[in-house]
């Protein structure tokens, strides 16, 4: 499994960096809907879909993304209020209580409000190929979080985290993740990425709280798998499971971020 994770992990690396900084405006969207859509599908699959109902829900929600891509218009505040509720109040509440989907609509609503506020994400934080590095900040926060706690977690983990819904994660490996992303935040705030200025100890509030978000992302994608008696939410990327699986902090950091921004009136 480890020659098939590495290619795929090299294609990933090039299909993101591509995507980010060489892709014309008009193109772009296209990029931000070959994350997204295979997270539906695979969110239709953890749903127990049927097949009709998955090729309505994917095509349902291409034209929605086709629509938002074409008119550039971006969610107000209502959405973005929603998206707050979802990761500050409710994915807590649901991973404490391990509430199940109790019918397919329930299903579908709940899958458009975890990704489509990530694809409004992709297209405001990268109007254009100058804005890539902006994105890939957000983006490496992410990936900071994960690889300091995966090796804090190896190196230090007793406690564990959730052990009824992700046993391999631990309070130590959580640990790790503030410090990499704490050190990420004081690189940021010496830097001219983004279009605002804010001073290191709102830097370190900032990432500490989508640190946090990342963590939720995740559990609650976990959760969810778990849920449906699966290990991976798809094979499509090989030795590494599914999309979902890829992104499911990233998901919650784009939407939270984005939000964030939105009401905070910085700017993008």
Do not use: C, N
Request: aromatic share 14%; glycine share 8%.
């Amino acid at each position: 499994m480890l020659i098939p994770r590495i290619i795929t992990a090299i294609f990933l690396v090039a299909f993101v960096l591509g995507g980010l900084f060489w892709l014309p405006a008009d193109t772009y969207p296209l990029f931000a809907a070959a994350i997204i859509l295979p997270a539906l599908w695979e969110w239709s699959r953890l749903s127990a879909f049927a097949l009709p109902a998955q090729v309505g829900y994917l095509l349902l929600s291409t034209l929605m993304m086709a629509a938002v891509a074409k008119t550039g218009a971006q969610p107000g505040a209502g959405l973005h209020g929603m998206v707050l509720v979802m990761w500050f109040v409710v994915a807590p509440a649901w991973l404490a209580r391990r509430w199940v989907l109790q019918d397919k609509l329930h299903a579908t609503f709940v899958g458009w409000l975890l990704l489509l506020p990530a694809y409004f994400a992709l297209l405001a934080w990268h109007p254009s190929a100058e804005h890539g590095g902006r994105l890939l900040a957000v983006m490496a926060l992410v990936w900071i979080a994960d690889t300091a706690a995966y090796f804090a977690g190896r190196a230090f983990g007793r406690r564990k985290l959730a052990p009824a819904i992700s046993p391999g994660k631990s309070w130590e490996g959580v640990a790790g993740a503030f410090v990499g992303t704490s050190l990420y935040a004081l690189w940021l705030s010496q830097t001219t990425l983004f279009a605002f200025t804010l001073p290191v100890w709102a830097w370190l509030g900032v990432v500490w709280l989508l640190t946090a978000v990342s963590v939720v992302g995740d559990l609650l994608e976990s959760w969810f798998k778990r849920a449906a008696g699966v290990k991976d939410s798809s094979q499509l990327l090989p030795g590494h499971g599914g999309v979902l699986d890829r992104i499911d902090s990233l998901i919650a950091v784009l939407a939270v971020s984005h939000a964030l921004a939105f009401f905070s009136g910085v700017g993008m």
